[in-house]
Structures are given as structure tokens and as C-alpha cells.
């Protein structure tokens, strides 16, 4: 009987979305992956990060082949949230002072296609939400350079090695210091005018 009630809860919990917990993808691109988990980790609402692959035409690929610069894959994070919990546009927030919005196929001291910066959008509103914030940063935040981030619709998402994950929780003082030697919080200040 208690096996018959459970089934009943669990298809009416599928059939009716709004009983079932909602959560939602963001998914970005703004250079090394490792150091774009922590800055979402640390946000209340964010359920996951996950370092990966998008943007580009082969499946599966490895991160040497990434790395390569062939793929035309970004290294990116894909963020699982509860949107009840932490907005979209708060996230958009973090990830753009994360990043710099200013270079092309590029993100501080990692130079290639593969760490360009990118918002891939899962829906039309992610799409206009982040249309509407790099239109809001041309307008009132100025830099030397435009800001060229790309927009662009998400497609499939292949998580990197398990090592890649969470690295700066595994290895942190190698995390640190590649941080540090590759100028990301230097350069960040000098972007956003406060530490990051």
C-alpha cells in the first residue's frame, strides 16, 4: 500500500511541475574553468557548478583536445540553481565581475578560442536577461575597450575530467598560485574597482 501511495505522489509530482522542485542551468565561459567554480559555489540558491566543455562541434572531447584549440569548445562551468533561491541576473552579476568583457579569445594569462567569454543562454529570458545586463555594462561601466562577450544559445554541455572538478577545493594552494601568477584578481581590480 505504501509502495502504491509513493508511485501516485511520484507521478503527480511529474505531471504537475510546480510540486516538484524547479531548478534551472546557467551556463558561462570566462577562461579557466577552475576559476570560475568558486565565485557560484559560494552563492545561497546554487545547487552545482560543474566545469566542461561548450560552444563547439566534437563530442566527448578531452581536454587536451580543448586545450588544442580545435574543437571550438570553451572551457565553461554549467550552474544548477534554485531560482526561488538566487536570480538569474544575480548571477549574471558575479559572472561579469568574474570576467573580462573587454578581450577577444582570451581571459587573462590563457590565450585561445577555448577561453573566450560567453553567456550561453537556455531560454529566451536568460536571453534577454543577459542581452539587457551587457547593454546596462556599455552604458554606465566604462572601459578601455568595448565589451565583446558573446551571447549566445546554449548547446550541448560535456563535462571535463573528474580532476578538473572543484580543483580549487582539491588542490589549493596549485590553484592559488596559477591564480595568482596568471594576474585574474590583479587585472579584476583593475576592471571592477573593488577585489573580487
Same mark, same amino acid.
Given at each position: 500500500?505504501?509502495?502504491?501511495?509513493?508511485?501516485?505522489?511520484?507521478?503527480?509530482?511529474?505531471?504537475?511541475?510546480?510540486?516538484?522542485?524547479?531548478?534551472?542551468?546557467?551556463?558561462?565561459?570566462?577562461?579557466?574553468?577552475?576559476?570560475?567554480?568558486? $565565485?557560484?559555489?559560494?552563492?545561497?540558491?546554487?545547487?552545482?557548478?560543474?566545469?566542461?566543455?561548450?560552444?563547439? @562541434?566534437?563530442? @566527448?572531447?578531452?581536454?587536451?583536445?580543448?586545450?588544442?584549440?580545435?574543437?571550438?569548445?570553451?572551457?565553461?562551468?554549467?550552474?544548477?540553481?534554485?531560482?526561488?533561491?538566487?536570480?538569474?541576473?544575480?548571477?549574471?552579476?558575479? !559572472?561579469?565581475?568574474?570576467?573580462?568583457?573587454?578581450?577577444?579569445?582570451?581571459?587573462?594569462?590563457?590565450?585561445?578560442?577555448?577561453?573566450?567569454?560567453?553567456?550561453?543562454? @537556455?531560454?529566451?529570458?536568460?536571453?534577454?536577461?543577459?542581452?539587457?545586463?551587457?547593454?546596462?555594462?556599455?552604458? @554606465?561601466?566604462?572601459?578601455?575597450? $568595448?565589451?565583446?562577450?558573446?551571447?549566445?544559445?546554449?548547446? $550541448?554541455?560535456?563535462?571535463?575530467?573528474? !580532476?578538473?572538478?572543484? !580543483?580549487?577545493?582539491?588542490?589549493?594552494?596549485? !590553484?592559488?598560485?596559477?591564480?595568482?601568477?596568471?594576474?585574474?584578481?590583479?587585472?579584476?581590480?583593475?576592471?571592477?574597482?573593488?577585489?573580487?
Amino acid at each position: 500500500m505504501k509502495r502504491m501511495i509513493f508511485l501516485w505522489m511520484v507521478m503527480i509530482m511529474a505531471t504537475n511541475p510546480a510540486m516538484a522542485q524547479e531548478t534551472e542551468i546557467a551556463t558561462f565561459a570566462g577562461g579557466c574553468f577552475w576559476c570560475m567554480e568558486h $565565485p557560484f559555489d559560494e552563492l545561497d540558491g546554487v545547487i552545482s557548478t560543474t566545469s566542461g566543455y561548450t560552444g563547439g @562541434h566534437k563530442n @566527448h572531447p578531452s581536454y587536451a583536445e580543448v586545450s588544442s584549440g580545435t574543437t571550438g569548445h570553451a572551457e565553461a562551468i554549467e550552474i544548477r540553481f534554485d531560482p526561488k533561491r538566487v536570480t538569474y541576473q544575480k548571477l549574471l552579476d558575479v !559572472y561579469w565581475r568574474n570576467t573580462d568583457p573587454t578581450t577577444p579569445n582570451r581571459q587573462f594569462c590563457d590565450v585561445g578560442t577555448q577561453y573566450r567569454p560567453a553567456i550561453f543562454y @537556455h531560454s529566451e529570458a536568460q536571453k534577454q536577461a543577459a542581452e539587457a545586463s551587457k547593454q546596462e555594462l556599455m552604458q @554606465h561601466k566604462s572601459f578601455d575597450r $568595448p565589451i565583446i562577450t558573446e551571447i549566445t544559445a546554449a548547446g $550541448p554541455f560535456w563535462p571535463a575530467e573528474e !580532476y578538473h572538478q572543484n !580543483y580549487y577545493l582539491k588542490n589549493p594552494i596549485r !590553484y592559488k598560485f596559477y591564480r595568482y601568477n596568471c594576474g585574474r584578481d590583479q587585472r579584476l581590480q583593475q576592471l571592477w574597482g573593488e577585489a573580487q
